[in-house]
Nanobody, 116 residues
Framework: QVQLVESGGGLVQPGGSLRLSCTTS????????MGWYRQAPGKLRELVAA???????NYGDSVKGRFAISTDNALNTVFLQMNTLKPEDTAVYYC??????????WGQGTQVTVSE
């Protein structure tokens, strides 16, 4: 079992920035893929960004050029830097981890609200 704990959500004005953090209960080096997803009211959960152990990253089309995913192995933490935030980025953001075994884990989610 792996626990993922997110932090860093909140209220921000359009054009602002936030950084989300997700800390894992085990070494992040042993996790094949770490990612961030989001779900807005009435919408399906969608991929925001993901990073795999081979160093590759991928992003949802709506956040390319604005968001960046990174990992800190020493802290067992994955970050999501979100810049130039828009109202449509408002959602609950979830951390996701996929193990080499294929097991998948989710955090509890953190609310991001972009509004004046």
């Amino acid at each position: 079992q792996v626990q993922l704990v997110e932090s860093g959500g909140g209220l921000v004005q359009p054009g602002g920035s936030l950084r989300l953090s997700c800390t894992t209960s085990r070494s992040i080096i042993g996790i094949r893929r770490m990612g961030w997803y989001r779900q807005a009211p009435g919408k399906l959960r969608e991929l925001v960004a993901a990073a795999t152990r081979d160093g590759s990253t991928n992003y949802g089309d709506s956040v390319k050029g604005r968001f960046a995913i990174s990992t800190d192995n020493a802290l067992n933490t994955v970050f999501l830097q979100m810049n130039t935030l828009k109202p449509e980025d408002t959602a609950v953001y979830y951390c996701n981890g996929v193990m080499w075994s294929g097991n998948e884990y989710w955090g509890q989610g953190t609310q991001v609200t972009v509004s004046e």
